[in-house]
Every structure is written in structure tokens, then in C-alpha cells.
């Protein structure tokens, strides 16, 4: 019954900025752990950012420096702001809970290219 659907990503310059959100169903995110994924074509899903119940925040090298996680409570949605998008950020991106990966959505395709 949970669902995780994400947006927000496309075609974009080098150099340029995405928000992505995430739209969650089915669970209230404020009570878990949630996290952004990514995962190219061949690659392992990698970590890039996490966000606690507290609000405390956690970022993994590709967020690292550049990216922002921030949650909605009213709106039940989680958001990854990335900024200076090089084109190994090219993957789809993924929200998910952070330790009970039930969520399963179909991520959304970032692009990075000139």
C-alpha cells in the first residue's frame, strides 16, 4: 500500500539545478528514515542523502557539497535539491525508507548534458 512517486527530473545543462520530489502514500515519512537513492545504467543504487525523524540530514559523495534533502510534513513529501549538476549525476533518482526499503517507485530520469 506504500507508494513512493517521484518527479521533477529532465534534460538539464551542466552547471544547472533540479528539484526533485517525492509524493509518498500510504505512510506518514516524518515517522521513518527516508532517503534518496540513484542508480545509472549497470551501477549498484547508491546512497545520496538521508533525512531522520528529527529533521537531521546525511549526505553521501554524490550530495555531498552540492545537494539538499528537506521534507514537507503537511504535504507528506520529501524533496532533493541538487545544484552544479555534472553529467555523472546522470541516473534516475529514487525516494525510499532509509532501513525498511518497502518503497518501490519508479524514480525520475536526471539528464545532464550540453
Known amino acids: 500500500q506504500v507508494q513512493f512517486v517521484e518527479s521533477g527530473g529532465g534534460l538539464v545543462q551542466p552547471g544547472g539545478s533540479l528539484r526533485l520530489s517525492c509524493t509518498a502514500s500510504?505512510?506518514?515519512?516524518?515517522?521513518?528514515?527516508m532517503a534518496w537513492y540513484r542508480q545509472a545504467p549497470g551501477k549498484q543504487r547508491e546512497l545520496v542523502a538521508q533525512m531522520a525523524r528529527n529533521g537531521e540530514t546525511h549526505y553521501w559523495n554524490p550530495g555531498e557539497g552540492r545537494s539538499t534533502i528537506s521534507r514537507d510534513n503537511a504535504r507528506n513529501e520529501l524533496y532533493l535539491q541538487i545544484n552544479d549538476l555534472k553529467p555523472e549525476d546522470t541516473a534516475v533518482y529514487f525516494c525510499?525508507?532509509?532501513?525498511?526499503?518497502?518503497?518501490w517507485g519508479q524514480g525520475t530520469q536526471v539528464t545532464v548534458s550540453s
Open positions: 525510499d525508507f532509509r532501513w525498511q526499503n518497502v518503497g
Open positions: 500510504g505512510t506518514i515519512i516524518s515517522n521513518y528514515v
